[in-house]
């Protein structure tokens, strides 16, 4: 399945000497003058589990693992911050609640960019582009979201992919779960007959061939890392170290980690 790749930008001087002297001073903010929740830190939430982007793994540093992980920590180390990162649920994380009631300074958490998203939060550039798809049993005759009339279907509590499902699942009964955890789970126990979400996760779904991607939505969705509304210093930050990263191919080595590259 072949996946968009997000154009290179052009690195300028100003930017690289802006990220060399990031760091952070005793007080919250960074040597930029961007607010931080913890001196020296940048603090992420990500709802866990999420793979690709996201999954817990107590064999590495931060306790997890994933794209988004990895995008997270090279942005960090390129700000000269210590990174922690914690587990949230996504509908606080989309909402706004968890980023500006200081729980965290950056939402990575496979957040597609929108204009509701944009009223309570803050968006860096968009650093991945995404599909919706239809995951259902190996052995389903459900080939399409034309097929869905009278099946119940999962989808995610404040998700994009819900959001698709409600307009574009015609007659099918959608049913809400708190995170893809218990959606996967559902449709194992045979709660649910398909899920709909993000490409990336259905497919890590269907690797072991008990699951199948049906059908795949061009949605024009873009992921972006959520900081808190008005923190314009931590966003110029995050996007002068996104920039750098695809400039010097940085972004490129994480993507195709992960990614299948045609």
Do not use: W
């Not at 949605?219 to 890392?225: A, K, N, P, S, V």
Request: proline share 2%; charged share 25%; aromatic share 8%.
């Amino acid at each position: 399945m072949q996946k968009s790749r997000l154009s290179v930008l052009a690195l300028t001087t100003v930017a690289a000497l802006a990220l060399g002297a990031c760091g952070s001073d005793d007080s919250g903010k960074t040597d930029s003058g961007a607010e931080v929740v913890k001196a020296g830190t940048l603090t992420v939430c990500s709802d866990v589990p999420y793979p690709p982007f996201e999954d817990f793994d107590k064999s590495s540093d931060t306790g997890f693992k994933g794209f988004d992980v990895d995008v997270v920590v090279e942005v960090a180390e390129r700000l000269d911050l210590d990174i922690k990162i914690q587990d949230s649920s996504f509908d606080a994380l989309q909402s706004g609640t968890a980023l500006n009631s200081g729980q965290c300074d950056i939402a990575a958490s496979a957040m597609t960019i929108t204009e509701d998203r944009k009223k309570n939060l803050d968006f860096s550039d968009g650093y991945y582009d995404s599909e919706q798809s239809l995951l259902v049993p190996a052995k389903s005759k459900i080939a399409g979201i034309g097929d869905l009339k009278g099946v119940k279907i999962g989808v995610q509590q404040g998700t994009t992919g819900k959001a698709y499902a409600e307009k574009n699942a015609k007659g099918a009964d959608i049913v809400t779960f708190p995170s893809d955890a218990e959606m996967f789970q559902a449709i194992k126990a045979g709660q649910v007959e398909a899920l709909l979400q993000d490409l990336p996760v259905n497919l890590d779904h269907a690797t072991g061939g008990e699951y199948k991607v049906v059908e795949t939505y061009k949605t024009d969705e873009q992921y972006g890392l959520a900081i808190k509304k008005g923190n314009t210093q931590l966003v110029e930050d995050v996007n002068e170290a996104l920039t750098a990263m695809r400039e010097d191919g940085t972004y490129d080595a994480i993507y195709n980690t992960y990614f299948e590259v045609k």
